[in-house]
């Protein structure tokens, strides 16, 4: 059995499951070097009872696979690659289909950089002026003229 959790688009593996696949015995000592956003310490619920587990990231499981390097490894880098993450990503979509997605929308001839999350287009804040042209009036600083021109009038 192979646990995984998906978090922000990107699966986790608890280490005792991957080190028993991969027939050697890791634990945390091993994962020291990786880097620090390889690992993290998670509760899983397993079996109807809460575990703490030591998990590591889709990156961090290749490093230990090449790390640690057994030729029958082999089988179980393309079970990974061609099977479980494929599986794990398309599940993580229908599952999260409501996160943002990037975007681009044409805008007056120019191209703008989007997010379309939960039905709405998000755009960046700096890209604003180019999409909302301020119109005026003509009637610039009016209330400041018309102020002046009273004070010479009764001047």
Known sequence: MLRAVVMHAEAWFPLEDIA???????????????????????????????QKCLLISESAVFALLIHHYIPENRALRRWLTQD???????????????GPTHCQMQWQGTTLSTLQW???????LRDMPEI??????????GWLKRLKLLGKRAA
């Open 20 to 50: 028993r696949l991969m027939g050697k015995r890791l634990d945390e000592r091993n994962t020291r070097k990786l880097d620090a956003d390889q690992r993290r310490t998670a509760w899983l619920l397993t079996h109807g009872e809460w």
């Open 84 to 98: 479980v993450l494929p599986a794990l990503s398309a599940r993580a979509f229908d599952i999260n289909n409501d």
């Open 132 to 141: 909302v042209q301020v119109q005026t009036t003509g009637k610039k600083d």
């Open 118 to 124: 939960r039905g709405d287009i998000w755009v960046k």
